[in-house]
């Protein structure tokens, strides 16, 4: 049963811009904070942004005035804006729901490249 899916990874040039898409079953998305964290490769799993279900947002120093969290209630999806990316930006990024111990998407790769 796959309950989170996410979408809108691709190559994006160094300074270019990606919105990162993921649409959740409404049993896991209503009422709970939704998260984006990403891995790059050779290194942990980091948290990029959390949002809660009122819309309060939280940051990765790494990606603050770059990155965007928020989501509609509407259609289940909290969506990931990035802007000006660099090469430190590629990584595969994950959908999360209710935290670490959670639901996890399946990933979706994000490679930043000229």
């Known amino acids: 049963q796959v309950q989170l899916v996410e979408s809108g990874g691709g190559l994006v040039q160094p300074g270019g811009s990606l919105r990162l898409s993921c649409a959740a079953s409404g049993s896991i998305f209503r009422g709970n904070v939704m998260s984006w964290y990403r891995q790059a490769p050779g290194k942990q799993r980091e948290l990029v942004a959390t949002?809660?279900?009122?819309?309060?947002?939280n940051y990765a120093d790494s990606v603050k005035g770059r990155f965007t969290i928020s989501r509609t209630n509407v259609k289940n999806t909290v969506y990931l804006q990035m802007n000006s990316l660099t090469s430190e930006d590629t990584a595969v990024y994950y959908c999360?729901?209710?935290?670490?111990?959670?639901?996890w998407g399946q990933g979706t790769q994000v490679t930043v490249s000229s």
């Open positions: 949002i809660t279900s009122g819309g309060s947002t």
């Open positions: 999360n729901a209710r935290g670490p111990s959670g639901n």
